[in-house]
Nanobody, 126 residues
Framework: QVQLVESGGGLVQPGGSLTLSCAFS????????LGWFRQAPGQEREGVAC????????DYGPSVKGRFTISRDNGKNTVFLQMNNLKPEDSAVYYC???????????????????WGQGAQVTVSS
C-alpha cells in the first residue's frame, strides 16, 4: 500500500523560500505520477503542481507558475516542491498525492488522486 509523508513545512517571511519533501513508500515510485495540492481554511483543495511518472512533463497551477518547481528523485523515493518568492496567500496545508499506478499524464484535479499524505503546514507571514 502506497504511503506518502510530507515534511519541510514551517513559517517563512514573504519573499522567502521553502522546500517541501514527500517520502514515498509501499510501491515502485517510477510507476506513479505525483502531485502537490494545498488547502487553506474555508477554501477548496487547489492543485499546485504535478509531474508525470516518466519525469518528462510538469504542470503548475496559475497562482504558482514561475515561483514553484516540482521535482522527483526516484532513487531516493522522494518528490520535492521548491517554493520561491512566497506570498501570504500561499499559506495553507500542503499535501502530496499519488493517482493509481501507471496512470498516464499529469493532473491538477484532486479527483484524479486516490492516495494522500497527512499534510504539511506552510505559513507565510512577517
Amino acid at each position: 500500500q502506497v504511503q506518502l509523508v510530507e515534511s519541510g513545512g514551517g513559517l517563512v517571511q514573504p519573499g522567502g523560500s521553502l522546500t517541501l519533501s514527500c517520502a514515498f513508500s509501499g510501491s515502485t515510485l517510477p510507476a506513479y505520477a505525483l502531485g502537490w495540492f494545498r488547502q487553506a481554511p474555508g477554501q477548496e483543495r487547489e492543485g499546485v503542481a504535478c509531474v508525470t511518472n516518466t519525469n518528462f512533463w510538469r504542470d503548475y497551477g496559475p497562482s504558482v507558475k514561475g515561483r514553484f518547481t516540482i521535482s522527483r528523485d526516484n532513487g531516493k523515493n522522494t518528490v520535492f516542491l521548491q517554493m520561491n518568492n512566497l506570498k501570504p496567500e500561499d499559506s495553507a496545508v500542503y499535501y502530496c498525492a499519488a493517482p493509481p499506478p501507471f496512470k498516464l499524464g499529469c493532473f491538477l484535479n484532486a479527483d484524479d488522486y486516490n492516495t494522500w499524505g497527512q499534510g504539511a503546514q506552510v505559513t507565510v507571514s512577517s
